[in-house]
DNA sequence: CAGCTCCGC
């Protein structure tokens, strides 16, 4: 589409009515002589001499230089001149949308879908263009490319000079004397996040108790482990070899305009000498870089409807941008301000910040709303959330009508929320005029953003960041394990003070490096200065995560041994060198089997950078790729896959149906998702009875719509009212979705553990009814942490279930569920069956399983108390939680059921011959010995499990 | 007998 623009406009002559008049004749398939080089070219078919073509080449250049000269010319000259015409151009399409305003938004979606391909260039037969469902004359079109073009080109120059006129570097305000530290937001955060100490009940006592349990445990596991892995990893009489054994880097290049940046932000602002606290807070917002754009911050918002920011971290967009908002009257009337995070600790740590800069208490007008905790009250009208809150709401209000500017922040992580509120912003934003947008970037995605919405205007906002010296390795090296840890030893040995950040993929490489790295030094003794080495993953014990803000002692060296969670979610003080190895693990799904799998695969170039960029957060920073210049230029994509494309859908769609959005297909996203996955999740939607025959949604898909739950899940608590066990259900609900982390297994209690875990296996209830029975057991232990330990169960998962059932517990009231409690498990069972009937699985002859629906081989997982029983009879029938792809195929959460109950509450789903089948191929009755003998390949699921019964 | 990148509602 871009080259296509680019000619029009460069064949574009003064006089348009002759280009008009000669593409005429062309179409009309008569030859003309060519009148310039440039359109020779574009003529001439046949294969012309390389002399020839060089000298073709250099006019065309030429003339094609020309082009640019005289066209920058004319619009230097009549900039303000296009910038009316464009305005005045504008302001028709906008009186368009406003007709089709008033169109539903069903025959708008059509009208617009019809338009689409025609947008911005595709010529119809008769010779006209349509621009946003306007139709133009060709000239016309021209001109409105045109102009808009220079439109951009102005903004961009604009932009660029605007930069370097105003930017000067205040001091960081983290470091502030009195200001946020680093650490102790951090702490905070974590408290209130995880320790539930808010809700005041647990006892101190106990929780010191288990971190201590914890703590040794740690341990425990490291040096246990020890002894086998360093057999696989030969390096005991090695210690030397740190010195012989080095890996060339080759530094190839800078990271960001920083240096610059740096040596302007040495000039002193000036101590301020603030007699009260809040003076010097006010006087600390003053010196961050984005303070010299307010007013045109201001401007542009009020000029445009959507605006897209690129602030490069520290221009303190995130606090700043909503205050400004504020102050100029944009919470007048009630209306709020909202802005998104992508994650909770940021939600709170901000809306704190902002409540103190504004000398309010947090809460009041400054507040924030993640799950489990809504800290606003009327007041509010700077709100900052998580995403996935605001999405939510919207569910509530459809049109946020209480919002006057909704800003999403660090909107190029595309996190799946991230990625359907961009879509539904964008699709309310043509109803509400007065809704401002505000879309936060990072600089690489800005352009695509603006595309999105509209060609909307960019506004660059400098950052404070440091330089960063990127290295890359001069030979590829095949462990990559191996070479990190010679990579930190080498920069530890010869790079002067500041921590080491190293990337890894996953808990046991982390675990493994540790043991090697502690190894490995051990020998060195007082060679080398001490190494303080500091594991960080989630699933780490909290204690033990707060070991990396701890400052690093003098002389000592603090190597953190980190999976992605350093890359966005925590930032740590000290790291001036990061080392790279450029894998992570992410998630795929498989749209077609259903299948999710984690794989270690190679990161995006964006996070290449983001990585590096946390090299350089307190001071000029170095990172040491372990992969060669070339392997990043033409290895590595360039972005992430959004989440979006690699995801169930079922409950994103599910969120978009109860809004009313019916055309799935043409909702716009940024980057769609597979249409089989669209498909897929409405198959499930409707075999789950969420969704009627047209694809509506029904009343049993508007409850579910209410839980902030997987589909599956949702179902079953909803089917958990005919069979008068919601209370059980919702707690089986709470453990499902808290993960897999519930039981814990330390490697040198094994048996103990498996032991502790089988009493709740007791009589082979399956894995679904052990994790209520563990759920009961630790609500009658008086949700004792003390219990949870001497049962080897993980504290903060079970926390954290007894939050999402709370909840799930308040929104039964909502959707008209009676609590009702029941002892039959087989009830239970069943309305489990009732939410996951599509995950069924049987067994073969050969001892594996075949899911019904589709066929498809899966093993029971080994984690499973199903297996765990010591003479255990594989099932016949069974339904899992989920399938996880690892070594194997494998069925996680699985519980054993009776292949009537199938029958019995699917009936739909298990006498016809699956959902999709039946629409498509055997949609008329056929016999019953020919449907057999034809469908039984494809699709077993009746046959088979006629068999089977 | 195997494994838990990471967020979020």
């Not at 996955?677 to 047209?694: H, P, Q, R, S, W």
Request: include cysteine.
């Amino acid at each position: 589409m871009a080259k296509q623009f680019r000619k029009k406009v460069l064949s574009r002559e003064d006089d348009e009515d002759e280009t008009a008049q000669n593409r005429k004749e062309k179409e009309r398939g008569v030859k003309r002589q060519p009148t310039s080089p440039h359109e020779a070219n574009d003529d001439d078919d046949d294969g012309s001499e390389s002399e020839q073509e060089r000298l073709c080449d250099q006019r065309e250049r030429e003339q094609l230089d020309r082009n640019i000269r005289e066209r920058d010319a004319a619009a230097t000259r009549k900039l303000s001149e296009q910038k009316e015409a464009f305005a005045t151009r504008r302001s028709n399409i906008v009186g368009d949308v406003e007709t089709l305003r008033k169109v539903s938004r069903q025959e708008y979606l059509k009208k617009r879908e019809a338009n689409k391909l025609k947008e911005l260039g595709e010529s119809i037969e008769d010779g006209e263009y349509l621009y946003k469902g306007v139709k133009l004359t060709e000239v016309e079109y021209n001109r409105l490319s045109y102009e808009k073009k220079i439109y951009e080109l102005a903004t961009k120059h604009e932009a660029a000079t605007h930069h370097d006129q105003y930017y000067r570097i205040p001091e960081p305000y983290d470091d502030h004397e009195g200001g946020v530290n680093q650490e102790k937001r951090f702490s905070v955060a974590l408290q209130r996040c995880w320790d539930d100490d808010l809700n005041g009940r647990d006892k101190k006592s106990n929780q010191f108790a288990e971190q201590k349990a914890w703590e040794d445990q740690q341990i425990g596991k490291a040096t246990l482990k020890f002894g086998s892995k360093n057999k696989r990893r030969k390096c005991d009489e090695e210690y030397d070899f740190v010195f012989e054994d080095q890996i060339e880097f080759v530094k190839k290049s800078v990271l960001l305009e920083g240096d610059q940046m740096i040596a302007n932000g040495n000039v002193d602002v000036g101590k301020v000498q603030p007699s009260h606290q809040l003076d010097k807070l006010r006087e600390e917002r003053k010196t961050l870089p984005i303070y010299a754009f307010r007013e045109r911050l201001l401007q542009d918002v009020e000029k445009n409807q959507v605006l897209i920011i690129v602030g490069e971290t520290g221009s303190g967009k995130t606090t700043q941008i909503p205050q400004y908002l504020h102050e100029a009257g944009y919470t007048k009337g009630g209306k709020k301000i909202g802005c998104t995070q992508p994650r909770r600790i940021a939600a709170m740590s901000v809306a704190a910040r902002v409540s103190q800069e504004m000398g309010v208490k947090l809460g009041h007008a400054v507040g924030y709303s993640i799950r489990f905790e809504d800290c606003t009250s009327e007041k509010t009208v700077l709100k900052y959330m998580t995403d996935g809150m605001l999405l939510r709401e919207f569910l509530v209000e459809p049109d946020l009508a209480s919002y006057s500017v909704v800003m999403v922040d660090e909107a190029h992580e595309r996190t799946l929320s991230t990625d359907v509120l961009l879509g539904l912003l964008k699709d309310i934003a043509r109803y509400r005029p007065d809704l401002k947008l505000i879309i936060s970037s990072a600089t690489l995605d800005a352009e695509k953003f603006s595309d999105f919405f509209d060609s909307a205007k960019i506004l660059r906002i400098p950052g404070r960041r440091y330089p960063v010296d990127i290295h890359y390795m001069e030979a590829p090296q095949a462990d990559y394990l191996d070479a990190a840890i010679v990579a930190a030893l080498q920069v530890h040995v010869t790079q002067p003070p500041g921590d080491i950040l190293v990337f890894l993929t996953g808990q046991e490489e982390i675990e493994t490096a540790e043991e090697i790295f502690k190894h490995r030094t051990r020998g060195l003794g007082t060679k080398i200065s001490e190494l303080i080495i500091c594991p960080i993953y989630a699933n780490l014990p909290t204690e033990l995560q707060a070991k990396i803000f701890e400052p690093t002692p003098e002389g000592a060296r603090k190597v953190v041994l980190a999976t992605n969670i350093a890359e966005t979610s925590l930032t740590i003080d000290g790291i001036k060198y990061v080392i790279d190895p450029g894998f992570s693990k992410m998630k795929s799904y498989n749209p077609r089997s259903g299948m999710e799998s984690l794989q270690v695969t190679p990161i995006s170039k964006a996070s290449s950078m983001q990585r590096a960029g946390r090299a350089g957060r307190t001071g000029h920073g170095k990172c040491f790729r372990l992969y060669t210049s070339y392997n990043y230029d033409s290895d590595l994509d360039d972005s992430t896959v959004p989440e979006v494309q690699r995801t169930n859908l079922a409950n994103v769609v599910l969120t978009l149906k109860s809004l009313g959005i019916h055309d799935l297909v043409n909702f716009e996203f940024m980057d769609p998702p597979p249409c089989e996955a669209l498909l897929k999740a409405l198959e499930l939607l409707f075999a789950l009875g969420a969704l009627n025959k047209v694809g509506e949604l029904t009343k049993v898909g508007r409850r579910m719509a209410e839980f902030p739950v997987d589909p599956m899940l949702s179902k079953m608590i909803v089917a958990s009212d005919k069979y008068k066990c919601s209370d059980e259900v919702i707690s089986i609900a709470a453990m499902l979705s808290t993960g897999s982390s519930i039981f814990y297994r330390p490697k040198d209690k094994q048996v103990h553990a498996d032991t502790a875990r089988l009493r709740f296996h007791s009589g082979n209830v399956g894995d679904h009814i052990a994790l209520l029975k563990v759920y009961n057991a630790w609500k009658e232990a008086n949700y004792s942490t003390q219990w949870c330990y001497e049962n080897y169960i993980q504290v903060r998962s079970m926390k954290r279930a007894r939050d999402i059932r709370d909840q799930l517990e308040r929104l039964l009231e909502r959707v008209e569920i009676k609590l009702s409690s029941s002892n039959d498990l087989e009830a239970i069972k069943k309305a489990v069956t009732s939410g996951f009937f599509p995950h069924c699985s049987r067994l073969q002859k050969n001892g594996s399983y075949r899911t019904i629906k589709h066929p498809h081989t899966a093993h029971i997982h080994p984690s499973s108390g199903i297996m765990a029983l010591e003479h255990h009879v594989l099932p016949r029938c069974v339904l899992y939680h989920e399938l996880v792809l690892t070594t194997k195929e494998y069925m996680r959460q699985v519980t054993e059921i009776k292949p009537e109950w199938l029958v019995e509450i699917a009936p739909h789903y298990y006498q016809l011959n699956g959902v999709v089948e039946e629409d498509y191929s055997t949609s008329k009755k056929m016999p019953r010995g020919k449907g057999r003998t034809s469908t039984s390949k494809q699709i077993p699921n009746l046959v088979d499990y006629s068999i089977c019964v």
